[in-house]
């Protein structure tokens, strides 16, 4: 029985002495012969490549190793990891164009118009090859070593042809964690024996190795770049915009469909539409040298189908909207090692294999291609260009009053190269008003229009409703901004100021003051600073209600929710206080008041009306057993990360072991299976009545919390409903009548009562939402639970079918009891979803920090509502 030679179990693959420096024969395309001073993988890592998933820490060794080894091979750390692991680039080309890098780069971004057509003929062809954004994915990552060694080290000929007709790119691992993950996991549960049925604990790890180190899909981040890995890979890819960008994937396998490989192009009728479609025709020429490649190899595999380019934030859509092409490779997972499948047993060597062959196969297509695709670039642009110029629009406006939310949207369009101007004049369109140096501006154009288009766009309308990700993603509406598209006839050169000015996210401190200090709820910044402050031990007061103060700045109109410190009853001295107060405001606005009467009748600092005293959240995070990992994920990153507050994770499963009196507020995100058992159910509603806790329940955790603990049954209907006239249709038409009904990322509006709480910071009544499931709460008796509400029609962007809207709108989006001394709170949506929506993230923090200030209405015979 065949076992695994691996230093795990003390058994040495290699003998010692001098090696061959020769790879493997699956490794070695014809005429090709090796360099043998420069190292193989197996030298580096120890065992032959696929024979057990390679540590992370060696990979990088060796790729260090080949750039002290060639002089074709340069390598560059873009940054790091959450946990610290480097993330680096291979530059890899021949040497005379090593000597000459910089200017090859600079003329090839400057070539995108038809005066420099022939300018750019004369230069490599660019090359991007994206490996282990998947931690899951072993050959996803672990090819791109024998493919650095066969062009640091392959000698001849066509190796020479290559390395001058390219510059190739290999970015690795683009989420380290993930991968580092993924081998303790593995190598925790290899067997000295090797198993291959798909049952072993071994093959099942694919949710929690996929992520990084909070739980994001970083393979959804190239738009949105809300974690620190895409925000410096993202950037490395525009300082080549390269003609060609693949990305390498394994797919899940399992024994009822096993996957097999497959590569782009994808389902044309689920094409992104602002991609040319004369990207296609050359699409598909690319695509016949890797046919070409598995024909010879007898590989099973499939294209135009299944996987689509529609999503613009992967790392094969993104490109797509910047002048090139991208390309994706799944290979169906042989997990740790080996798989048996119906089609046969999967094998890590074989799918790495597959991925070196098809990672050469694409050099080799943009190398002879090269004439073409510089082609494509020009025409892509200049036919950018005149889409603009036909567009009835001519840019878009947009504004908030939290200036620090505004310009760090300004800052996410300069990252995708979308040029972005302060309004220079004000603006009135539809009946609302732009000011002038207090909105930004975007013109429609320039290079990147269909980026722009990208951002911007309300799509609604589908060819082919079936979506493998997200379909609706406009981020001014998951930023909560105020926009517009801006006229055709009202755009015009005036209205475009400065892409320059002062940073509106630094402040001065205040001066000291005499009475106490004050901030408004609505920035940004607002909930971190008010848990540095709590959290400290600094008294700090709510309000309730708008309110004008007297501060030494003159009078400052402030909303509901704005933060009061007042000097009396501290523990801090008056000195400390300011001294932290003071550092707390460089990043947000803090008005300092010398007076305990306000410009309001009744109003006052003092008043118990008025103002509500807060107390510092100790917060506990489930996870685990049928909770969505990107879910809790999404949470633990918004606390930790942007509010920089302490969260206690604990297993669902063992939440009876925690001592409940340390927590105010428990989060149950959303997952399948998420609910609670009978005991740890009740010991819940013990806390929240007793206690005076808050359980905050998300998407299937609200689903089941309120049927749990509310005694409310909600309307969620997933059976397939048919029409009269379809109670007999063709069987092949089964799975796209199955996707109509379903809703896979669109984004709903709600009608959010600003009184409430839960809605303190934010200044209208409509807010956007991330909608990605069908269910439907049930709506409360109580008259002021439900803090937002669907619209009758809710779609703003994406898809969701006319049965879904009718079903979905009208219902709770937010809904706020209270239960006994505590509270329930539950969020039919993420509220931070990909921790990119920070328009609905603030409902969660007003959840954490205003929760106990909200009350149940007395009935008519005056006793308190009980839900």
């Keep these: ?164 007709h390219s510059v190739v790119l290999i970015a690795a691992a683009l989420n380290p964690d993930g991968h580092a993950r993924r081998i303790n996991d593995s190598l925790r549960f290899l067997s000295h024996t090797v198993v291959r049925n798909g049952d072993h604990a071994g093959h099942k790890l694919w949710t929690r190795q996929r992520a990084n180190h909070y739980g994001f899909d970083l393979n959804r981040q190239w738009l949105l770049l809300a974690q620190p890995e895409p925000r410096v890979w993202v950037p490395a890819w525009h300082r080549w915009q390269p003609h060609l960008s693949a990305d390498f994937h394994e797919m899940g396998t399992t024994s009822v469909r096993p996957s097999t490989f497959f590569f782009s192009p994808g389902d044309a009728l689920r094409a992104n539409r602002l991609i040319p479609e004369f990207q296609r025709p050359l699409h598909r020429r690319i695509a016949a040298y890797h046919q070409a490649v598995l024909d010879k190899r007898g590989t099973l595999y499939f294209t135009e189908e299944v996987y689509n380019s529609f999503y613009p934030g992967s790392g094969s859509g993104y490109p797509n909207l910047h002048g090139g092409i991208g ?64 567009d009835p629009r001519g840019g878009f406006v947009f504004t908030s009053p939290d200036r620090t939310r505004l310009a760090r949207f300004v800052e996410l369009l300069r990252s995708h190269r979308i040029e972005v101007h302060r309004l220079d004049r004000d603006i009135e369109i539809d009946g609302q008003d732009f000011p002038a140096n207090q909105a930004w501006i975007v013109a429609l154009a320039q290079d990147h229009y269909p980026m722009v288009r990208a951002v911007f766009d309300r799509v609604t309308e589908f060819d082919k409703p079936a979506f493998a990700d997200v379909n609706g993603w406009t981020l001014p509406l998951a930023w909560n901004l105020d926009y517009a598209a801006v006229p055709r006839g009202r755009m015009d050169n005036t209205l475009l100021g400065t892409q320059q000015g002062p940073d509106p996210t630094r402040f001065e401190p205040p001066e000291p ?185 998300i998407r299937q955790g609200a689903e089941w919390a309120q049927q749990a603990l509310l005694d409310r049954q909600p309307q969620t209907d997933r059976t397939l409903q048919l029409t009269t006239e379809e109670k007999r249709f063709d069987y092949h038409e089964l799975r796209l009548r199955q996707a109509r009904d379903v809703v896979s990322g669109a984004i709903f509006a709600s009608d959010l009562d600003l009184s409430h709480p839960l809605a303190f910071g934010y200044h209208r009544r409509m807010l956007p939402s991330h909608r990605d499931t069908a269910l439907v ?47 329930v709170i539950l969020m039919a949506d993420n509220p931070d979803f990909r921790g990119a929506w920070p328009g609905t993230r603030r409902l969660l923090l007003n959840s954490l920090f205003f929760s106990h200030l909200f009350s149940a209405p007395a009935n008519p015979g005056g006793a308190r509502y009980r839900p």
């Design 1 to 164: 029985m065949k076992s695994i030679p691996s230093l795990l179990f003390g058994s040495l693959l290699l003998a010692t002495g001098p090696s061959m420096a020769q790879p493997p024969a699956g490794f070695m395309p014809d005429g090709i012969d090796y360099d043998r001073s420069i190292s193989t993988p197996a030298e580096a890592l120890g065992h032959e490549l696929g024979q057990q998933p390679a540590r992370y820490d060696p990979v990088i060794g060796y790729f260090t190793t080949l750039a002290e080894a060639s002089d074709r091979v340069a390598i560059e750390t873009l940054g790091h990891s959450i946990e610290g692991r480097p993330i680096v680039l291979l530059k890899i080309t021949s040497p005379a164009n090593h000597a000459r890098l910089e200017t090859i780069r600079t003329r090839h971004l400057a070539a995108t118009g038809d005066e420099s057509a022939d300018v750019e003929k004369d230069l490599p062809a660019v090359v991007w090859l994206g490996f282990g954004v998947h931690g899951a994915e072993a050959a996803g990552l672990e090819a791109a070593l024998p493919l650095a060694h066969h062009l640091a080290a392959g000698q001849g000929a066509a190796i020479d042809q290559m390395l001058k």
């Design 513 to 697: 003051a005499n009475y106490g200090y004050v901030f408004a709820w609505d920035d940004e910044n607002a909930p971190r600073a008010l848990h540095r402050l709590l959290d400290a031990g600094v008294v700090a007061r709510a309000a309730t209600g708008p309110m004008h103060a007297d501060t030494r700045n003159g009078p400052v109109q402030l909303g509901r929710g704005a933060v009061f410190v007042p000097l009396k009853g501290q523990t801090l001295d008056p000195a400390r206080l300011h001294e932290l107060v003071g550092d707390i405001g460089e990043e947000i606005e803090i008005h300092a008041v010398d007076t305990g009467r306000t410009l309001d009748e009744g109003a006052d600092f003092g008043s118990g009306r008025a103002f509500g005293t807060l107390r510092s959240p100790r917060v506990l995070l489930l996870f685990e057993d049928g909770i969505q990992r990107f879910d809790m994920g999404h949470v633990w990153h918004l606390l930790d990360r942007v509010v920089e507050m302490p969260v206690v994770l604990k297993q669902k499963q063992r939440i009876g072991e925690i001592d409940w009196s340390r927590y105010t507020h428990i989060i149950l995100p959303g997952g399948r299976g998420v609910g609670l058992n009978e005991a740890a159910t009740e010991r819940v509603r013990q806390w929240i009545t007793g206690s005076g806790g808050t359980f905050i329940a």
């Design 777 to 823: 709460l049930a709506t409360p008796d109580n008259p002021v639970a439900t803090v937002a509400r669907y619209h009758a029609d809710p779609l703003l962007a994406g898809y969701a079918s006319e049965r879904r809207r009718r079903e979905i709108g009208g219902s709770p989006m937010l809904i706020a009891e209270r239960l006994g001394q505590g509270s």
């Design 327 to 390: 390309t994706l490779f799944e290979v169906g997972t042989a997990h740790l090692v080996e798989l048996d499948t119906p089609l046969g047993r999967w094998s890590l060597a074989e799918n790495i294999e597959v991925h070196f062959h098809s990672a050469l196969s694409a050099i080799a297509a943009a190398v002879e291609l090269r004439a073409e695709l510089a082609d494509y670039r020009q025409r892509f642009y200049q036919d950018s260009r005149d889409r603009a110029a036909r």
